[in-house]
């Protein structure tokens, strides 16, 4: 696959619109776990790749899927190159013993949609994604949320400088959050090492970027987490204790990843939120998010097979 990662990024980038650099693709695949499933494919026409295929282990699936995704080069589609990736990541995963395939198409493609439904995906859920200008966002309409924040004894710090005990605290609190999103709700909590990598914390670590509130007592309220992507800052979570909700933490928290994101110098932050979260998607309307093209989940589950 390496000799391959060239041609890889570049259809990759050209299709999904991204600017994924070879060397940050092969750093990717040097930190993914050996024990987890993760095959690629490529399809030539003419000497050249036209076609991309991958099957692989993703976090946020169910329990038992594998994440499956065909690209196709727009000037070679509907010529079969598609429908036969396909049928070597289905076969894959059956042989591997997958309950089923999770995919994501953008929200912006009918056909890609379609094409994926007469294969027998199904439309799962659907996350918007938003994207704040950092380089024009102005704090002061939303100071008010941090004075009430203040106002009940709240403050906000983050992991800079933090011991390991206190990481590996932060670490599980992540997880527990987790748990109670819509994305992950029903999900087996993630382990440390898992969100240590969602995280950046092995490979970019910004202990900085992950940001506290802190009740009167001392007790974590909530949190946000950044990692970033080139000039892009990456929202990877803001969450509320569910005893501390109702009390306006997230917009605060939220604040205080754009302020550090901003003094890094990055232009611009993203985020993605499942159509469920709407107090979250009210948060970034507020903070001047603006939407961009979302992507729907799609499932295929198995047929159970009983041996004779």
């Not at 027998?120 to 859920?125: E, I």
């Not at 009940?152 to 997880?175: I, K, M, P, R, S």
């Not at 007592?217 to 501390?244: F, I, K, R, S």
């Amino acid at each position: 696959m390496d000799a391959d990662a060239p041609a890889w990024v570049a259809l990759s980038n050209l299709v999904l619109d991204r600017t994924v650099t070879v060397e940050a693709f092969r750093a990717g695949e040097a930190r993914r776990d050996p024990q987890q499933l993760n095959r690629r494919w490529v399809a030539e026409r003419g000497g050249e790749v036209q076609g991309l295929a991958h099957l692989s282990f993703f976090p946020f699936d169910p329990p038992g899927f594998l994440h499956a995704s065909v690209l196709v080069h727009p000037e070679a589609r509907g010529r079969g190159l598609g429908r036969a990736l396909w049928a070597e990541v289905e076969q894959a995963a059956r042989e591997a013993g997958a309950a089923g395939l999770a995919a994501d198409v953008a929200d912006t493609e009918p056909d890609s949609l379609a094409w994926a439904e007469r294969r027998g995906l199904r439309p799962h859920a659907h996350r918007f994604a938003s994207e704040l200008d950092l380089t024009t966002f102005d704090e002061t309409p939303h100071r008010e949320a941090l004075a009430r924040a203040a106002a009940q004894g709240v403050t906000f710090t983050d992991l800079g400088g933090a011991d390991a005990a206190t990481l590996e605290q932060y670490l599980n609190f992540f997880a527990d959050r987790l748990t109670e999103t819509p994305d992950l709700a029903g999900h087996p909590r993630w382990p440390p090492k898992q969100v240590r990598e969602i995280l950046h914390l092995d490979h970019d670590p910004r202990p900085d970027w992950l940001v506290l509130a802190v009740g009167p007592d001392g007790g974590w309220l909530g949190t946000t987490a950044l990692v970033a992507y080139q000039l892009m800052a990456y929202n990877e979570l803001t969450a509320v204790h569910p005893q501390a909700r109702g009390q306006g933490l997230a917009l605060p928290l939220k604040l205080h990843a754009i302020r550090r994101a901003r003094e890094a110098g990055l232009t611009a932050m993203r985020t993605n939120n499942h159509s469920r979260n709407a107090p979250m998607l009210a948060v970034n309307r507020r903070l001047g998010f603006e939407a961009r093209p979302g992507r729907f989940e799609l499932h295929q589950l198995f047929a159970l097979t009983s041996g004779a």
